[in-house]
């Protein structure tokens, strides 16, 4: 299944409309970008925190155990859907790095062969103004990791304008 681009809309107060907003989506899993400090202070990394008040235990305890940069920790959430905690930060409002994207990619799509993601939410990762890599670097990677999974819907949730990416391919 191809993905499903979701251009972000904005409301005056800056945040996303509901028809635009990750956490409202209908998905399993949801992608959040976080650093590996056990900080989730900005971003959407905040916005889950908030949801999900037991995710920064979780979260930080697996920051404690060595989670790297490239890595993922998984948090089932109460309300059933899986939180995937992407480190592609060393620290709170670092930069990414294109590496640790690639290797989150790699990851989810582990999980998805693994079946153990039935459909996923995910932001443009390491693309937020924190973290600064540009799009059209990391849109292709999240193309040609996601974009052919039969029966597994995958929405990629990205600013106004940012083009669409998709494989024909591998």
């Known amino acids: 299944m191809a993905i499903n681009y979701i251009e ?40 889950a925190k908030n949801l999900y008040p037991d995710l920064l235990h979780s979260y930080r305890s697996a920051c404690r155990s060595g989670l790297e940069t490239g890595g993922i920790h998984s948090y089932m959430a109460p309300d059933g859907r899986l939180i995937l905690c992407c480190a592609t930060q060393k620290e709170n409002f670092c930069y990414s790095d294109i590496r640790w994207v690639i290797n989150v990619l790699a990851y989810l799509r582990e999980l998805i062969e693994a079946k153990m993601i039935t459909s996923l939410a995910l932001p443009a990762l390491g693309c937020s ?5 540009p799009w059209d670097k990391v849109g292709p990677y999240v193309a040609w990791n996601l974009d052919d999974f039969p029966g597994v819907p995958i929405e990629c949730y990205i600013d106004t304008g940012m083009k669409h990416y998709r494989i024909s391919t591998k």
Do not use: Y
Not at 129 to 133: P, Q, Y
């Open 8 to 47: 972000i809309k904005k409301q005056s107060s800056g945040r996303p409309t509901d028809d635009t907003n990750i956490f409202l989506s209908g998905c399993q899993s949801i992608a959040i970008p976080v650093n590996v400090w056990g900080k989730m202070d900005a971003g959407l990394a905040i916005h």
């Open 129 to 133: 103004r924190a973290e600064r890599l």
